[in-house]
């Protein structure tokens, strides 16, 4: 892995999370390197290609672009929708770059593939063409822009639904003169993570990205992310453990990986939501309330908050309990099929914590299911008579 690929395999770790992210994955058919970095979580695969391309000037600026094309943009082309076909036509396995584990990808039927290639050594005056090339949208970033774009979408699903805009708003037909992806950016975040379907040729300011960023409700935003970075770490430091083998309970090892992922698939700012309930809930803001809760977020997934540290040197009887509740809260929000639960201890500064992970996906929910956990939820008392409380969050407050 030369520098420049390490530049991006580090930010794509950042913000995709480790176990997600691949560097220099190898195709089993030649032996021979996929693609740069390959970013894999169901349904998303994301195709990475890197090329760091030095052009020495010759003082023929028509020269010096077609020399930059061919190497760092059409080599680029190639190997995308190589390693795309290779994905694809599946006649080949995919390795990790050690060769010791094997790539797993989403079912061909639901797979959602993104093409990306970055130039390291573009100068400002180098074309970055992004589009249809003949076999599906690819999307070119250099060294600038990379690392903001990840840095601001820093989650799996804020960055494919800047890709997915993008795509539909030029294959629309539609035109956007700018300068820099960042200041595309700026546009997008301003109004509202969409492009303009409505205007034809928009020309955006160069200085876009640099009065975004320095808007107070754009600082009120970022400080306001902090708190969110918990689910990160909650989410790596969990998924740590148990490829390590030192999760001193483990229920089921798919389980635990379903519940990463849909946990990971939480945009930032439904993590600002859920993470403020969790805190409020374990006593960061004063003492607990109660002892179980469901939060319910934007993306249509139910979470379950269990408080129990009385049952810590019992995990098993204590993920049994979070089960039942996980259950009931299948049955008290109806309308959402996945259930994730977290126990916890009390928060206490400076404290260690045992979590406990539950995971439930029950698409189907029918009449003798609503009988059953009624009786359940009648006879342990859980969620019975639940008290409804909202709160109001605003993605850029003022």
């Not at 970095?37 to 349904?43: A, G, M, Q, S, W």
């Not at 970055?128 to 601001?152: A, M, R, T, W, Y």
């Not at 820099?180 to 993570?193: F, K, N, T, V």
């Not at 009786?375 to 407050?397: A, I, N």
Request: hydrophobic share 35%; glycine share 4%.
């Amino acid at each position: 892995m030369n520098i420049s690929e390490k530049i991006v395999s580090d930010v794509c770790k950042n913000s995709f999370l480790s176990f997600w992210s691949f560097p220099n994955t190898i195709r089993t058919d030649n032996n021979k390197e996929l693609t740069d970095i390959l970013i894999v979580n169901d349904p998303y695969v994301i195709i990475i290609s890197v090329k760091e391309i030095n052009i020495n000037p010759s003082g023929n600026r028509e020269i010096d672009i077609r020399r930059w094309e061919k190497n760092a943009i059409k080599k680029s082309y190639k190997q995308i929708y190589g390693a795309e076909r290779a994905i694809r036509n599946s006649h080949t396995d995919v390795l990790t770059s050690d060769k010791k584990y094997e790539i797993k990808f989403p079912d061909s039927d639901k797979m959602k593939v993104y093409r990306i290639g970055i130039s390291f050594g573009r100068r400002e005056s180098f074309p970055l063409p992004f589009g249809d090339q003949g076999k599906g949208f690819i999307h070119f970033f250099d060294q600038q822009s990379f690392p903001i774009l990840l840095n601001e979408l820093d989650t799996i699903t804020d960055f494919v639904k800047y890709l997915d805009e993008k795509e539909k708003f030029f294959d629309l037909g539609k035109n956007a003169y700018f300068s820099s992806e960042e200041d595309l950016l700026a546009i997008y975040l301003h109004r509202g993570r969409w492009f303009p379907k409505t205007i034809d040729n928009t020309l955006i300011n160069r200085d876009s990205w640099e009065e975004l960023i320095q808007k107070p409700e754009y600082k009120n935003r970022k400080q306001q992310e902090e708190n969110s970075k918990f689910w990160d770490r909650f989410i790596e430091e969990f998924y740590r453990d148990m490829s390590k083998g030192e999760l001193l309970f483990t229920n089921d090892f798919h389980e635990v990986e379903q519940a990463l992922r849909v946990m990971a698939k939480e945009s930032r700012f439904n993590r600002m939501i859920l993470v403020d309930a969790f805190f409020d809930f374990v006593g960061v803001y004063g003492e607990p309330k109660s002892q179980a809760r469901i939060a319910t977020s934007p993306s249509g997934v139910t979470y379950v908050f269990l408080l129990d540290e009385y049952r810590e040197n019992d995990r098993k009887q204590r993920y049994m309990d979070l089960t039942l509740r996980c259950l009931a809260a299948r049955n008290v929000i109806r309308k959402n099929n996945e259930v994730v639960g977290i126990a916890s201890s009390k928060y206490i500064n400076g404290g260690g914590h045992a979590y406990d992970l539950c995971y439930l996906y029950r698409p189907e929910w029918n009449e003798e299911d609503i009988k059953n956990c009624n009786q359940m939820q009648k006879e342990l008392g859980y969620f019975v008579k639940p008290e409804y409380k909202g709160k109001h969050f605003d993605e850029y407050p003022k």
